[in-house]
T-cell receptor, first 112, second 113 residues
Framework: GEDVEQSLFLSVREGDSSVINCTYT??????LYWYKQEPGAGLQLLTY?????DMKQDQRLTVLLNKKDKHLSLRIADTQTGDSAIYFC????????????FGGGTRLMVKP | DSGVTQTPKHLITATGQRVTLRCSPR?????VYWYQQSLDQGLQFLIQ???????AKGNILERFSAQQFPDLHSELNLSSLELGDSALYFC????????????FGPGTRLTVL
């Protein structure tokens, strides 16, 4: 996951918006993904975006994609304490089969 | 619940031993992937199988091997275990659609003492 970069930590207050950022490596990646990992649990697929889209909204989640800068962000509106987890962005680089390459994860802490 | 199951949940063993991790994919998914999550390496792809055939290989050690059976369940075999093999091992599965959404199991936590 060293080629996909994320900041390590984000702290927000309950009810605020959270924005988790990611820089990926391969501009030809077709799909980009966001996963959530709660303590002691597996990875939950939250959402994904096709590379020809700039934005995708799914309830409280908004994904923004800037292909020129290879920058991906996940915005969580009205963040709740249940959103506290580690968030991973991932890509499938071109010529990499179907293997996901993950960032190091951003730990989101939501304070009441 | 993703529909992907993994057993066992926890495994504690000694250096030099061999273990087998098992994964059952979601119903209908033909692809199975194995990933390793460790503190120093993060999440790394190990290997992919599609309908019984090896499809892609990542940074998988020669001491590790995997297979996918006719009923599509998969096993990851880890041998000559070292302390550094202690990690969470995840299995994921996907259908053959182009978005390639991969759904992960709960993982097997391996501790090598």
């Amino acid at each position: 996951g060293e080629d996909v970069e994320q900041s390590l930590f984000l702290s927000v207050r309950e009810g605020d918006s959270s924005v988790i950022n990611c820089t990926y490596t391969d501009s030809s990646s077709t799909y980009l993904y966001w996963y959530k990992q709660e303590p002691g649990a597996g990875l939950q697929l939250l959402t994904y975006i096709f590379s020809n889209m700039d934005m995708k909204q799914d309830q409280r989640l908004t994904v923004l994609l800037n292909k020129k800068d290879k920058h991906l962000s996940l915005r969580i509106a009205d963040t709740q304490t249940g959103d506290s987890a580690i968030y991973f962005c991932a890509e499938i680089p071109n010529n990499a089969g179907n293997m996901l390459t993950f960032g190091g994860g951003t730990r989101l802490m939501v304070k009441p | 619940d993703s529909g992907v199951t993994q057993t066992p949940k926890h495994l504690i063993t000694a250096t030099g031993q061999r273990v087998t991790l098992r994964c059952s994919p979601r119903s209908g998914d033909l692809s199975v992937y194995w990933y390793q999550q460790s503190l120093d390496q993060g999440l790394q792809f190990l290997i992919q199988y599609y309908n019984g055939e090896e499809r892609a290989k990542g940074n998988i050690l020669e001491r590790f091997s995997a297979q996918q059976f006719p009923d599509l369940h998969s096993e990851l075999n880890l041998s000559s275990l070292e302390l550094g093999d202690s990690a969470l091992y995840f299995c994921a599965s996907s259908a053959s659609g182009i978005s390639n959404e991969q759904f992960f199991g709960p993982g097997t936590r391996l501790t090598v003492l």
